[in-house]
């Protein structure tokens, strides 16, 4: 993405974020002050009918129990009460009931209405239930009325409202409590039941108006209300409650009241004519109020999209005049950056790989620009300076650790070299002593691995292991020259199901590949495991495959591995890794003999190396001529050569379902026909140093027995660094060293050994 739209974007993106903000929040507010506007008309348009339908009911109420009490000129006025309560029913039910379903419960009981008055009329069916069913259709309306309330979407309104609805509540006991003192009539008496409904109401309208009204009543309203409670009326109310309450006397007939409730008319009429005012004006305020919310919250609206639009007008300037400025002076440091990296750069670092000097006057320079794009061309120059440099540096140091390496492999194979030959000797000298043999092979063994480490060294600084063989060699003759190579060969197995040959430019490469596969495989597995290598034909070329019973690894891990075995690393890699050099020397190898190596979970449980070698490195194997038996010298029998390990099921199973062809003498491979050894004049045996001999026919039975010796042909596969002529050895002058010196320089040598092998302990996984 060019950097154009980046910057575009980076205005763009604000800018629709901005819009998208401005436009949902003034949907939002529209939104709101639409309900609110639509809430406020429905409480305009219920709240008086549902008001004047509470008030009416009361009243009847009121007068239905006066009627059943037998106060005098109860009828006339209940009927004038009957008149008015029908005509606010019908009101109410010319409102539209909407979705809310406490307008249904409120003509629902008013369904009953006459059924009740016909029992009223009629003193049928008990006072309490007349007046209950009064009860409940006052408190639909109540409930009704807050239903309408608690729909708005502003706190504000709904808190506004509550009040109100706590003030209707709390009128609607003061209506009950006149409605109980007319039940007593004239003879001023109540059950039970009808007096403690008059302490629930007086201690109801209390608890509301000190808890739920008074707090919440604004400063206007508070002072009205004190202004009620302090007149005469209410202090009368409150007088009479308390005389009720607490003067009442016990009778037969139930509760009889004290002489005291005949002032109760007069004072409730007034006192509540005070409180319906109370009532109307506060519910008139929370309609206004939410009337001013609304038009707020348009003005709101208006100056959110007026100033948000100037606002995006200012951004699309300043991003357009920015923009235009900085890709102009960025085009420009593009122009020249483009020269510099796909011209000039390439050039020098050309010039520096082929070791010729770099003109300084090419490159870019440092002006010192104080501008932010002056400054980004100076870091340029820099950068470009300091790769430069790198590259200068890494140049020199190739060539020098080049030079550092070949220079101490070939002084360090020409010792191993002398190492060799001086075992040779040492063998062939003291080979009657079977115990010191054995040390010696031990050692031999060692040196051969010191020299495998000296090719390996060879490798990773970039050379190739020259191969000295004219002649194809047999695969089975690979693998048992690559177990020679390490230390632990007697728990090799090797096992060639197939007859091939390798070409002679590449039996070195793929033996020393080998050997390091099989030596990580002796390493890593149980000491008294074996390892399995076989080798076979398939349609790529020939796969070698080495199995151990290691200890499992992880996928990711096989992953890893896998991943320099595939590429050879560069060498930031093996300075990393310089405690696990074997994998990278046979990624190089396999890299050079175009080979894939893979490692993988074996099904014992360790690991399985597959190598496959391309088909152009392999021959047809010639058939040789019957081998006949080598001449022994008379003083030493030959020894008897080592049992082949038998192969266990599972290396066998591939094979198991093919019948295996039946072979001539010729083709048997070499795991089941001695191979020819050459002895020394000692009897010993001893390392080829030419092609193989005919085969040693096995010795007499009773002729003892000698320990297995690997077999090797030394310098075969040697560096050409390390095959130089030997330096003549000087002579060995007297050993003046005091026995006391030499265990100093034993201990100190097992010390050293000690710590290696500790050191190598530590990096197995």
Same mark, same amino acid.
């Given at each position: 993405m060019r950097l154009r739209t980046l910057l575009i974007w980076l205005a763009v993106l604000p800018t629709v974020a901005m819009g998208a903000q401005v436009a949902v929040t003034a949907d939002r507010l529209l939104t709101q002050s639409e309900h609110l506007r639509a809430d406020v008309a429905d409480a305009e348009r219920i709240g008086a009918p549902l008001y004047t339908l509470m008030v009416d009911m009361q009243a009847e109420r009121t007068k239905t129990a006066a009627l059943w009490a037998g106060t005098a000129g109860a009828e006339e006025e209940l009927r004038i009460r009957r008149e008015a309560t029908d005509a606010a029913a019908a009101e109410f039910r010319r409102v539209p009931a909407g979705t809310d379903g406490s307008f249904g419960e409120v003509n629902r009981r008013l369904d009953g209405l006459a059924a009740y008055r016909q029992r009223a009329d009629a003193r049928t069916g008990g006072a309490d239930g007349t007046l209950t069913y009064y009860n409940g259709v006052i408190g639909a309306v109540i409930q009704a009325y807050q239903t309408g309330f608690s729909h708005a979407d502003d706190a504000e309104i709904v808190q506004a409202s509550r009040p109100v609805v706590s003030m209707l509540t709390a009128t609607e006991m003061l209506a009950r409590e006149d409605t109980i003192l007319s039940l007593a009539g004239p003879s001023r008496q109540l059950n039970s039941a009808g007096f403690e409904q008059f302490t629930s109401a007086v201690g109801a309208h209390r608890h509301l108006y000190d808890t739920w009204v008074l707090p919440y009543l604004p400063g206007d309203d508070r002072r009205f209300y004190e202004r009620i409670v302090a007149s005469s009326d209410w202090q009368a109310k409150v007088r009479i409650e308390n005389a009720v309450i607490s003067q009442h006397t016990d009778v037969? *007939? %139930? &509760?009889?009241? /004290? @002489?005291? &409730? %005949?002032?109760? #008319? *007069?004072?409730?009429?007034?006192? *509540?004519?005070?409180?319906?005012?109370?009532?109307?004006?506060? @519910?008139?305020? $929370?309609?206004? #109020? %939410?009337e001013d919310k609304a038009a707020e919250l348009e003005t709101e609206v208006a100056w959110l999209i007026g100033g948000s639009g100037g606002g995006l007008l200012i951004v699309v300037f300043v991003v357009v005049f920015t923009t235009r400025s900085v890709l102009r002076r960025l085009h420009d440091l593009h122009e020249r950056t483009v020269t510099v990296a796909e011209e000039t750069l390439p050039d020098v670092v050309a010039r520096l790989q082929r070791g010729q000097s770099v003109d300084v006057e090419v490159l870019p320079t440092v002006r010192g620009d104080g501008d932010e794009v002056g400054r980004i061309s100076d870091a340029f120059a820099r950068a470009v300076a300091v790769s430069v440099d790198g590259h200068r540096q890494l140049a020199d140091e190739r060539h020098g650790f080049g030079l550092f390496a070949t220079g101490i492999a070939s002084r360090t194979g020409n010792l191993v070299s002398r190492q060799l030959s001086l075992t040779e000797e040492l063998q062939d000298t003291f %080979?009657?002593? !079977?115990?010191?043999?054995?040390?010696?092979?031990?050692?031999?063994?060692?040196?051969?691995?010191?020299? #495998?480490?000296? !090719?390996?060294?060879?490798?990773?600084a970039g050379g190739e292991v020259p191969d000295p063989h004219t002649e194809p060699m047999r695969i089975a003759d690979v693998l048992r020259e690559a177990a020679a190579e390490v230390e632990d060969f007697r728990r090799i197995e090797r096992q060639a199901l197939d007859e091939t040959s390798v070409e002679p430019r590449a039996i070195s490469q793929i033996s020393h590949l080998l050997a390091e596969l099989l030596d990580n495989a002796t390493r890593f597995s149980p000491p008294r495991s074996k390892v399995v290598i076989r080798a076979e034909l398939v349609a790529d070329g020939l796969s070698v495959e080495i199995e151990d019973r290691g200890p499992r690894v992880t996928p990711e891990r096989y992953e890893e591995m896998n991943g320099r075995l595939h590429q050879a690393p560069p060498y930031s890699v093996l300075a990393q890794n310089a405690h696990r050099l074997g994998l990278f020397v046979v990624g190089h190898l396999a890299d050079q003999l175009r080979a894939t190596v893979t490692l993988r979970r074996s099904v014992y449980g360790g690991t399985s190396a597959v190598v496959i070698? /391309?088909?152009?490195?392999? $021959? =047809?194997?010639?058939?040789?001529? +019957? #081998? !006949? @038996?080598? *001449?022994? /010298? =008379?003083?030493? +029998?030959? /020894?008897?050569? @080592? +049992? $082949? +390990?038998a192969a266990t099921p599972a290396a066998l199973e591939p094979s198991a379902a093919v019948p295996a062809p039946r072979l001539t003498e010729e083709q048997v491979p070499e795991e089941r026909v001695p191979e020819p050894v050459l002895h020394t004049a000692a009897g010993l045996p001893s390392r080829r140093t030419k092609a193989p001999v005919p085969e040693v026919r096995p010795a007499p039975a009773d002729a003892p027995a000698r320990p297995v010796l690997p077999e090797r042909v030394p310098q075969t596969h040697i560096a050409e660094q390390l095959r130089a002529p030997r330096a003549p050895e000087t002579a060995v002058r007297p050993d003046t060293a005091t026995p006391e010196e030499v265990a100093d320089a034993w201990a100190d040598y097992e010390h050293g050994t000690q710590t290696v092998e500790e050191e190598l302990r530590r990096d197995q996984p």
């Open positions: 037969e *007939s %139930g &509760i009889k009241l /004290p @002489a005291e &409730i %005949g002032g109760w #008319r *007069s004072a409730y009429e007034n006192f *509540s004519v005070q409180m319906a005012t109370l009532n109307v004006d506060r @519910a008139r305020q $929370v309609l206004t #109020r %939410g %080979g009657h002593d !079977e115990a010191l043999l054995a040390q010696l092979m031990r050692a031999d063994q060692l040196t051969v691995g010191m020299r #495998r480490q000296i !090719e390996n060294l060879l490798i990773l070698l /391309p088909g152009e490195l392999l $021959v =047809a194997t010639v058939a040789q001529a +019957p #081998r !006949e @038996a080598a *001449s022994v /010298p =008379a003083a030493e +029998p030959a /020894p008897v050569p @080592a +049992p $082949v +390990p």
